[in-house]
């Protein structure tokens, strides 16, 4: 199944493109956060349960430097 772009006027599609989707945050304050930038009210009403599990933002709407593209891992040695 497909993931749609939340923002608005955004009509990408995860099949349709080679861009990575983001779920919204858990944390209530950065979820807010994030609904706020994305200027939907509709969304305002959700927990950020609720906006985790069902909307995604593509990568075209965070600014590259944001967006970590490896990840680390930390030893412990």
């Not at 909307?55 to 930390?74: G, Q």
């Amino acid at each position: 199944m497909p993931n749609f772009c939340a923002a608005p006027n955004c009509t990408r599609k995860s099949t349709q493109s080679d861009l990575a989707f983001f779920r919204f945050p858990r944390d209530p304050e950065r979820c807010r956060i994030w609904v706020e930038n994305c200027r939907r009210a509709d969304l305002e009403g959700k927990t950020s349960d609720q906006l985790n599990k069902h909307y995604r933002l593509c990568a075209k709407h965070f600014d590259p430097a944001m967006v970590c593209k490896t990840v680390s891992n930390a030893s412990t040695n």
